[in-house]
């Protein structure tokens, strides 16, 4: 049975950095597609960045291009989000997801179809 748990969320204040981290277990992550989504009270979710089979494209919303870098290390089975930056809109839950998507699926975010979710951690940016 897979499974993703994510860390590093936290409280920081605008214009700081923090890395959150998926670790995955049950299946590999390398030619997956791997992404992360947050939502904000209120509000609903909404794609972050995303992966695609080990690199082979990467995905940031407008949102937060330029301040956030998607990384993973396959020997590790780890996903990362390094938030730098942040802003008090940044302020959600943050979940990753993977799944065996298409191309098109994954770099567009056009799905939440994936198989696997994490319980997702929080990120608060005060100002």
């Known amino acids: 049975q897979g499974q993703l748990v994510e860390s590093g969320g936290g409280s920081v204040q605008a214009g700081g950095s923090l890395r959150l981290s998926c670790a995955a277990s049950?299946?590999?992550?390398?030619?997956?597609?791997m992404a992360w989504f947050r939502q904000a009270p209120g509000k609903g979710r909404e794609g972050v960045a995303a992966?695609?089979?080990?690199?082979?494209?990467?995905y940031y919303a407008d949102s937060v291009k330029g301040r956030f870098t998607m990384s993973q290390d396959n020997s590790k089975r780890t996903l990362y989000l390094q938030m730098n930056s942040l802003k008090p809109e940044d302020t959600a839950m943050y979940y990753c997801?993977?799944?065996?998507?298409?191309?098109?699926?994954?770099?567009?975010?056009?799905?939440?179809?994936?198989?696997?979710w994490g319980q997702g951690t929080q990120v608060t940016v005060s100002s």
């Open positions: 049950g299946f590999t992550i390398d030619n997956s597609c």
């Open positions: 992966i695609y089979s080990g690199g082979t494209g990467v």
């Open positions: 997801a993977a799944g065996s998507l298409s191309l098109h699926s994954c770099l567009y975010m056009t799905t939440y179809e994936y198989t696997y």
